[in-house]
């Protein structure tokens, strides 16, 4: 069974930045299309970041030239480098394949306020 765990969030003033880290573990666990979801109160999920098949990027509008995606195949480790955040960008955030394909991990909470 596949485990995701994320860290690495916390509060940021507006155009702060923040890493954001997904550790997986799991001998199912592919990091091929590991993607960056979050979670805003009374919002629905949504992607933000991932990686195609073709290893290629993709993002959101909303966080395109702000957030950058990367990943570290043999630790199994996948990041999401946050900059200029907004309060906007306030959410839990998770990762998980897309589509997703594993149990949620618990999330980390990104809070953006002055």
């Known amino acids: 069974q596949v485990q995701l765990v994320e860290s690495g969030g916390g509060l940021v003033q507006p155009g702060g930045s923040l890493r954001l880290s997904c550790a997986a573990s799991?001998?199912?666990?592919?990091?091929?299309?590991m993607g960056w979801y979050r979670q805003a109160p009374g919002k629905q999920r949504e992607l933000v970041a991932f990686?195609?098949?073709?290893?290629?990027?993709n993002y959101a509008d909303s966080v395109k030239g702000r957030f950058t995606i990367s990943r570290d195949n043999a630790k199994k480790m996948v990041y999401l480098q946050m900059n200029n955040l907004k309060p906007e960008d306030t959410a839990v955030y998770y990762c998980?394949?897309?589509?997703?394909?594993?149990?949620w991990g618990q999330g980390t909470q990104v809070t953006v306020s002055s």
């Open positions: 799991g001998s199912l666990f592919s990091i091929s299309t």
């Open positions: 990686f195609n098949s073709g290893g290629s990027t």
């Open positions: 998980n394949s897309k589509p997703s394909r594993y149990n």
